[in-house]
Every structure is written in structure tokens, then in C-alpha cells.
């Protein structure tokens, strides 16, 4: 069984930068898709970014060319670097893993805790 850890939330202002983190550990994942997820309150998590084994991505609208998704596979990580954050960015952002980047969106694996992301005006 896989389990995730996410890391690196935080606080920060309009504008700033924050780079997540995710821990996979269980099972090599190498085969898989990995991704991350939002929840902001009061909404449903939603899909952000999603990365193959092979390395190809997929991004939501609202987060092209400002957020960017890799994978170590070696390590066994995946992480989301954001840049240009905005207040609608606030949520608790989950890591997961899938069969591929094609069904990650809709039918993930497993999930990780969250992180709390907060993006104050």
C-alpha cells in the first residue's frame, strides 16, 4: 500500500512563490502518474497538475504557466512549484497517484494528508 506525505505549505502573500513537496513510500512508482489536488473551503477538491511516469504533464487552466509539476523517480517524489500565487489559490493541496495521466483526474489511487496552502492579498 502507497502512502504520501505532501510538505511545504504555508503563508504567503499575492505574488510570492512556494514549492510543494510529495513523498511517496509502499511501492516504487515509476509506472505511475502522480498529481495534485486543491480543496478550498467550502468547495471540492479539484484537479491542478499531473505528471507520467514518462514525464509528459497536464495542467488545469487556471494554473498554466504559472505552476509546474515534476517527479523524481529515483527519489520517489513529485513536487509543485508555484510561482505568481494569487488569494484564489488558497486551499489544502493534496498529492496522489494513478494508473495514468489520462485517469488520474477522475479516479486516483491514494491521497496523501494535504498541505495548507494560504495566499493572504
Known amino acids: 500500500q502507497v502512502r504520501l506525505v505532501e510538505s511545504g505549505g504555508g503563508l504567503v502573500q499575492t505574488g510570492d512563490s512556494l514549492r510543494l513537496s510529495c513523498a511517496a513510500s509502499?511501492?516504487?512508482?515509476?509506472?505511475?502518474?502522480m498529481g495534485w489536488f486543491r480543496q478550498a473551503p467550502g468547495k471540492e477538491r479539484t484537479f491542478v497538475a499531473a505528471?507520467?511516469?514518462?514525464?509528459?504533464?497536464h495542467y488545469e487552466d487556471s494554473v498554466k504557466g504559472r505552476f509546474t509539476i515534476s517527479r523524481d523517480n529515483a527519489r520517489n517524489t513529485v513536487a509543485l512549484q508555484m510561482h505568481s500565487l494569487k488569494p484564489g489559490d488558497t486551499a489544502v493541496y493534496y498529492c496522489?497517484?494513478?494508473?495514468?495521466?489520462?485517469?488520474?483526474?477522475?479516479?486516483?489511487?491514494?491521497w496523501g494528508q494535504g498541505t495548507q496552502v494560504t495566499v493572504s492579498p
Open positions: 496522489a497517484v494513478g494508473n495514468d495521466i489520462a485517469t488520474i483526474k477522475t479516479n486516483p489511487r491514494a
Open positions: 509502499g511501492r516504487t512508482l515509476n509506472a505511475y502518474a
Open positions: 505528471i507520467s511516469w514518462r514525464g509528459n504533464t
